[in-house]
């Protein structure tokens, strides 16, 4: 019975060693040789790169130098026709347009600005690219379109307020005048400047008319000096035969105290 016993457990077992794997099994295999390492490139075979690399073609006229496409057939928005508007009206009725670079300033600073020029009459105008340069390009005033680059305000007054307008904006740096037409006459910084220092020209208009008159007096002082000194010289004569012939009646054109 014990050896009947142990056969049958001896068979089992075998079979119970076949049929079992463990979960985890653990082989140790040989790393592989690193065959492949960095290594820089030769020096001929970079200069072949090198020659032979594709460069495109530049263009012609660069694309920020070509004009932007058309926009036919696009309705005009409400607001750009009434902002154009407004800047014919403002561009119509003044002889003086300044053109200026805006730089961000605080809010009090602008409303202060405008009080000082609304006091001699200039008003500040804020205008988009977008919309003053169709305006200017149909107008007079097409030769200030280049300095419509960044951001700008126009100065318009019905009257030329140069040297007022100078006097406002040396104060405030944020403004930097860039040009100005004034009377139908484009005008540079340094232009609006000498023009301020011009005397007003009702002044002008009177030491012109002077220079004019003093010039009229001398020629006619210089046309009549030569027939009174021809006057004088002939009555000078004419007295001193009288005196050599010794007459009894004075000279003609002499009075005789009596009358």
């Not at 690193?34 to 290594?39: E, I, L």
């Not at 690219?129 to 280049?146: D, Q």
Request: hydrophobic letters at 40%.
């Amino acid at each position: 019975a014990g050896a009947a016993k142990m056969a049958a457990l001896g068979g089992g077992g075998t079979r119970w060693r076949r049929a079992w794997l463990p979960a985890l099994q653990l082989l140790r295999r040989g790393s592989k040789a690193v065959t492949r390492h960095w290594k820089a490139m030769h020096f001929q075979r970079q200069k072949l790169l090198a020659v032979t690399e594709y460069l495109p073609p530049r263009p012609a006229v660069p694309p920020r130098c070509l004009p932007r496409p058309a926009t036919e057939g696009r309705e005009e928005d409400g607001l750009a026709r009434l902002l154009r508007r407004r800047a014919e009206e403002a561009l119509r009725g003044s002889r003086m347009l300044a053109v200026c670079q805006y730089n961000s300033m605080a809010d009090e600073d602008m409303v202060t600005l405008r009080h000082f020029l609304r006091k001699h009459d200039i008003h500040v105008k804020f205008v988009l690219n977008e919309v003053i340069r169709p305006v200017l390009a149909e107008s007079k005033y097409r030769n200030l379109l280049p300095l419509f680059v960044c951001q700008n305000i126009l100065l318009v007054s019905p009257e030329t307020r140069a040297r007022e307008m100078l006097r406002v904006l040396k104060g405030v740096p944020q403004v930097n005048l860039l040009g100005a037409c004034i009377d139908d006459t484009i005008l540079s910084r340094q232009g609006v400047e000498n023009f301020a220092r011009l005397p007003p020209l009702e002044v002008s208009q009177g030491q012109t008319v002077a220079a004019l008159s003093l010039l009229s007096s001398q020629t006619s002082s210089l046309l009549q000096q030569g027939p009174a000194q021809l006057t004088a010289l002939l009555d000078e004569h004419i007295r001193r035969l009288w005196e050599k012939a010794g007459p009894a009646e004075p000279p003609p054109g002499q009075s005789t105290g009596n009358q």
